[in-house]
């Protein structure tokens, strides 16, 4: 009996150490809410601003704080964690490079939006030796649908910046012309060479400007002539067609390739080659905010669906089989988060980032996110002696957000999304109120 009182008493004392501690933990949770919601009303930064929070914690299914969640933002490259959710969804583990079909001693070939030929940023693709070591006369056949050069609703004016490679069905060298200057130099050296006689030098103006500038509808480019003051770096967008795409390929397999002329629909691209692991077109993605990629992925994702290199049927798709269940519907335009159309809540971005992980384990997703203090587009910011930052950037002028997994002190791995539009303050101030208000979550939830 006295055992038993004894037992007795050691748990009670042991449910009212627990829930002690539960009352203390609401309560500095109830704390730093409060710290929050004034550091939003009251702080210079955010009253110079529309701002919108979310977060979540997974493991109770629960909502834990909210501030403007349900209110519609521009999400900037945010976007690219619809278009790694649809990759992931649709495209898996293999990235399809080509679909083919030989017809007597030709082989006839159609690209399917991958990235990776002749990329520099990723793995080496199977596509160069499969077309240089075919005993076949080698044909591409041009997409029946042309998809648009540029994005709905992109900046017209940066069709001429790396940021705003074109969308095509078979991209080459990561639809990007490198031109480099050497210090001292200036004549750049331009790779791929067939461009060479592309690039004209004309007098440096009153202003030297060190840039190369295209023309918009051709690949015409022309630059200051001036000795320049050290080693520069240029990507410009290739202005693509067919026949530069035929030409490119000749050049670099070193044999010949043409256009097919004939009717396609009359034949059955019934072979698929595969080219590079899906991870290492997510990775970069994400980790660098690489535009391209990010459109492309939509395009190989319709060709899969459809047989039609078409954003919007990706987008559709998506969002009619995968995307319903958002609190806030999703006004998603384009893969890369150039356009300004797009329009996220923070709360369905928290949705959104709950179905990825589902897709990819937590272990893997965090390898592909950008790292606070560690790598990629977080490499400089969110810095602590142990990351506890993983997320997706997102920025257009005055516009900045920031979703993915925060990691607090006591071991919960919680969801966020930070959005924050029309902001008139500079962002790296926008970014130090944003660390204040993660650290205080890190630091007391």
Known sequence: MIKHSVKLSIAVKSMLFLS????????????????????????PVFKKGYAGFALYDPAIDKMLYTHNAEKYF???????????YTGLKILGGSIPALKYTTVGDSLIFKGTGDPSFLNPELPKSHVWNFLKNSDKKLFYAPPVFKEKRLGSGWAWDDYDSYYSAEKIDFPIYGNLIEIKFEKGASKPSIKPG?????????????????YVQREIASNKMEYQNFPREEDFTQNIPFNFSSELIVKLLSDTLNRKVEIYRGDTKTLKFNKTLYSVPGDSIYK????VSDNFIAEQILLMAADKISDSLKT??????????????????????????????????PRSMIKLIEKIEKEMPK????????????SGT???????????????????????????????????TLIFSFMNSNYTVPTSELKQGMTRILEMIRDNY
Not at 194 to 204: E, G, V, Y
Not at 284 to 287: D, P
Not at 363 to 371: D, G, R, V
Request: include cysteine; charged fraction near 25%; hydrophobic fraction near 35%.
């Open 378 to 412: 977080l490499k400089n910011y969110y810095k602590a002696e142990t990351p506890y930052i993983y997320a997706k950037t997102g920025t257009l002028r005055n516009n900045h957000s920031l979703s993915g997994f925060l990691i607090t002190k006591s071991g919960k």
């Open 312 to 345: 919007s049927i990706a987008i559709d798709y998506m969002k009619e089989n995968y995307l319903g269940d958002l609190l806030d519907e999703a006004k998603w335009v384009d893969g890369s988060g150039l356009s300004r159309y797009n329009l996220f809540t």
């Open 20 to 43: 002690s501690l539960l009352i203390i933990s609401c309560s500095a949770i109830k704390k730093t809410n409060k710290e929050i919601e004034t550091d939003f009303h009251e702080s």
């Open 74 to 84: 521009t999400p900037a490259s945010n976007t690219k964690l619809f278009s790694l």
């Open 363 to 374: 272990e893997e997703l965090f390898k592909i996110l950008a790292a606070g203090g560690e």
């Open 284 to 287: 970069r993605m994400m980790q």
């Open 194 to 210: 067939l461009l060479s006689d592309s690039i004209h030098a004309i007098k440096p103006a009153k202003v030297k400007n060190k």
